[in-house]
């Protein structure tokens, strides 16, 4: 992998990373069109996406810094609760990272047809939660942050967005659009830096193996940092003006150019 091919999957997976639209999806099509193997693939999506959990924490410092501040005041207060709920949450990804994380990483090599499915599924669920009714809750149950936790859960597939299905499963739900942002987003931080921790652990993270130089994984990771901030404070903003509709359009579109361009190659 050269650095400007790195510059330009970094840049996707930080816009595509909050924006509905599929950051496991649109590095799937990056890889297969720039041939990137599996290992080089794998190792250069750990780091990209450590470089979106760190553009997270940087955009929602303050969120970030009074949750903590809140739990660790060992009280029943609305930060613990939050605390709580995201930890909830956490729950059905876990599981599949734990029992089915080998069979999740096969669907990840497994072309671009189900990418183009699950990017048309995205479409629907966009749609479907820009047409329901606005939501009025002021704040998010428990019962609908273990819901949401399913939503990210099933979002592992390649294609399907996580950010679009977690915020549609709240929008659905009946919650208020900012209030569905900001769990969205915070709720994938453990996650991912556990996904990450566990690479470390395991060898999934291996530079040296995968042919990656570390100058190249350093412009990955600023270009998802960067892109990544800018996406991140963007989608919060297009969640509270309900423009979600427009992201369903181009996933509608890019899922039936990846269905068929799979089927003629």
Not at 34 to 52: I, K, P, Q, R
Not at 214 to 223: E, M, P, Q, R
Request: glycine residues 10%.
């Amino acid at each position: 992998m050269s650095w400007l091919e790195a510059l330009i999957l970094g840049i996707i997976q930080g816009l595509t990373e909050f924006l509905p639209v599929s950051s496991s999806g649109h590095l799937t099509i990056g890889s297969v069109f720039f041939g990137m193997s599996g290992e080089e693939n794998l190792t250069f999506a750990v780091a990209v996406h450590a470089a979106t959990v760190l553009s997270t924490i940087v955009v929602l410092w303050h969120e970030v810094t009074g949750l903590f501040k809140g739990f660790f005041r060992f009280k029943w207060n609305e930060e613990t609760k939050t605390v709580c709920k995201i930890l909830l949450s956490m729950i059905p990804v876990g599981i599949v990272g734990l029992f089915f994380k080998d069979y999740v990483e096969q669907l990840f090599g497994s072309g671009l047809l189900l990418v183009g499915c699950m990017l048309l599924l995205t479409a629907v669920l966009l749609a479907f939660s820009f047409y329901a009714a606005s939501g009025r809750k002021e704040e998010l149950s428990f019962k609908d942050a273990f819901i949401i936790g399913l939503a990210q859960a099933c979002a592992v597939m390649p294609g399907l967005s996580r950010s679009g299905s977690t915020i549609a499963a709240g929008l659905l739900l009946g919650n208020k659009k900012e209030l569905v942002a900001k769990f969205s987003f915070l709720m994938v931080i453990i996650p991912v830096l556990g996904e990450g921790f566990l690479d470390l652990m395991k060898g999934g993270f291996s530079p040296a193996e995968s042919g990656i130089s570390y100058t190249t994984l350093l412009v990955g990771f600023l270009a998802a940092f960067i892109s990544g901030s800018v996406a991140c404070k963007w989608m919060i903003n297009l969640v509270k003006k309900g423009k979600l509709i427009y992201f369903a359009y181009y996933c509608l579109a890019a899922g039936l150019i990846t269905v068929i361009y799979s089927l003629i190659n």
